[in-house]
């Protein structure tokens, strides 16, 4: 059986998330793409929720996890250091993302 691919993008504020152990910056998947990725993939989430993609920001691609978030009613990305560094992104820009979803 082969692999199912699905594509989106998007564009989103970066926004920040103080830890006790650090911070996180994070993007939200608008409510209505949130809904149609759990509706499409929510049955094959693993751990936390999270969905396995590949996302594309800028010239920069990796491998994450979306994550649900219950009070957006979506999903979020983590952004990673080494992303946020390649691509020049800090807390409150708008940034173009696009992420595939293999299942």
Known sequence: MMDQRISFEFENKVWLYNAENGSWH???LPESLGKEIKEICGHTSKGWGSIPVDVSVGE????????PDKKENSYVLPLKASVRKA??????NTIHVSITIKF
């Open 26 to 28: 994070f993007i939200t």
């Open 60 to 67: 920069t691609q990796w491998e994450t996890s979306i994550f």
């Open 87 to 92: 691509e020049n992104i800090s807390d409150g």
